[in-house]
């Protein structure tokens, strides 16, 4: 087949031209968008521009080959991306999968119980800038290794995106995880994502293999297998500051109310389970009494990239950005040297712990809040803190648990965005029992669309994260990916007195 062609180092498909109206949601049938589709032909004949020819590429990663219970968290070398893509493209949407290439060559969606994606990253550059990036992190944790590299900086890598644009880089994905089946990344004209001169592509799967460990097809059961326990063959020494010799990335820093909390997720010494015990090539189960899956069998897994795009034209198309917020373990306070306030000065991840014994269920619920800046710093020149920008896509990142996370205008109260997870009911791919399956983004753009909201980058923003306590998670996130545009020659937003 087609889709199996090239070298095992990566495959890909052939670029295939469509035409379509990127305009849909997840909510909305293709017939209820005639009428916009019809004026933005208009306004495209009015300029004299042709309605864009849609084309669609499929990329694989290498071959990722695991044992029972054991982790893939790292960078991959680069791949060269089809020929065709030295111009400017413009992004209108793009999917995610797992999948594997069974006996009789078919490929297969792999079910989370099989292949549990904990979060994935797709970066799009230069061959120089791709080689720099896996120079940099080859060997190493995504988010820093710093026991092989003293200088390494985790910062190379981000959870959302909007470091890598700051490179000249583009990513993809990022705090995307187990949701990345039904977590639609349609983005309406004329938006885009825009893609300048790439040539090559690298990714980071974090994938655990979870068959035999995860629950069963219809338990509805949740597992710690999937919350990265730290089983006895870490070793943990809180003295020395280390899991396994290393200091664990990203460093310990929630927000002051975690931390008054007491949240297990917040301090070495409290930590039982999470990302920094999920390293490329662990095993997430006890080997003194599983030594079977140190010889077990092997599964090979591979993401599958698939995205949307035209040609890139600046009359026609208005490029998306990322923004910086939010994460809700971010305090307050700047984290290290640079003083930066994003993703990765935050903790990450936090703790469910379990409600008390006796609480009704409608009361075993967690909450967790906190402020940020929607797209600044607070580092360099004011004139960007003022600059507006108009939010077109905002998706949530929870995990198991998850019963919705808020962004909340902090001036107004006004509700920005709801995001809410679905969980699965059966043991297709996609709806897996027992398992966070999607979450819905919030999508702003032309009729029938609500229109974008506009923001100094500086705008502060509440998330408020909502997650079931009736069970303890270890390692859970609550973080906001957010795409917006800038806004030229904008009348500023009023301010709350």
Not at 227 to 251: F, M, N, Y
Not at 421 to 435: I, L, N, Q, V
Not at 456 to 462: A, D, E, L, V
Request: hydrophobic fraction near 35%; include cysteine; proline fraction near 7%.
């Amino acid at each position: 087949a087609d889709h199996l062609a090239g070298l095992p180092a990566g495959r890909f498909r052939a670029p295939q031209a469509r035409h379509r109206a990127r305009c849909r949601t997840a909510h909305r049938s293709r017939a209820s968008l005639n009428r916009p589709l019809v004026r933005m032909i208009a306004a495209f004949l009015l300029l004299g521009l042709s309605l864009p020819e849609e084309q669609t590429i499929r990329l694989y990663s290498r071959p990722i080959e695991l044992r029972p219970g054991q982790v893939h968290n790292r960078v991959d070398p680069p791949i060269q991306l089809p020929n065709g893509l030295s111009r400017s493209i413009a992004v209108t949407s793009f999917e995610v999968d797992v999948v594997e290439v069974t006996e009789d060559g078919r490929e297969r969606s792999v079910p989370l119980y099989e292949g549990y994606n904990h979060h994935f990253i797709t970066l799009l550059g230069s061959l120089e800038q791709m080689q720099r990036l896996y120079n940099h992190s080859a060997g190493q944790d995504p988010l820093g290794g710093e026991c092989v590299k003293p200088s390494h900086d985790h910062g190379m890598l981000g959870t959302n995106g909007n470091r890598a644009h700051k490179q000249g880089y583009s990513q993809f994905g990022g705090a995307s995880g187990a949701e990345f089946r039904n977590n639609p990344h349609d983005f309406p004209a004329p938006y885009a994502f825009v893609l300048r001169n790439v040539s090559h592509f690298l990714t980071v799967l974090h994938v655990i293999n979870s068959k035999g460990f995860a629950p069963s097809k219809a338990a509805g059961s949740s597992t710690r297998l999937l919350e990265c326990p730290c089983t006895p063959q870490r070793k943990i020494d809180v003295a020395a500051g280390t899991i396994d010799g290393c200091l664990p990335r990203p460093a310990f820093h929630c927000s002051d109310t975690l931390v008054a909390q007491g949240n297990g997720g917040c301090s070495l010494a409290a930590y039982t389970g999470g990302y920094r015990c999920c390293e490329d090539g662990v095993h997430l189960v006890d080997t003194d009494k599983h030594p079977e899956v140190l010889t077990g069998p092997v599964s090979t897994f591979q993401l599958k990239f698939t995205i949307h795009y035209h040609d890139f034209d600046p009359r026609r198309d208005r490029e998306l950005r990322p923004t910086s917020c939010c994460d809700v373990t971010q305090g307050a306070r700047a984290s290290g040297a640079s003083g930066r306030r994003d993703f990765l000065s935050g903790n990450i991840e936090y703790n469910i712990p379990k409600c008390a014994e006796g609480t009704p269920a409608s009361a075993c619920v967690h909450v967790a809040t906190n402020v940020q800046m929607l797209d600044w710093s607070g580092e360099g020149d004011t004139d960007e803190a003022d600059e507006v920008i108009e939010l077109v896509h905002a998706a949530g990142h929870m995990h198991l648990g998850g019963m919705h996370i808020d962004l909340i205008d902090e001036l107004t109260g006004q509700l920005v965005c709801r995001s809410t997870p679905t969980y699965g009911s059966s043991a297709a791919a996609g709806d897996e029992a027992g398992f966070l399956v999607g979450i819905q983004p919030c999508v702003w753009g032309p009729l029938p669309l609500k229109a974008p909201p506009r923001f100094k980058r500086s705008h502060p923003m509440r998330t408020i994260a909502h997650y079931n306590s009736s069970v303890e998670h270890t390692g859970v996130m609550s973080l906001w990916l957010m795409s917006a545009a800038a806004v030229k020659d904008a009348p500023r937003p009023a301010m709350s007195s």
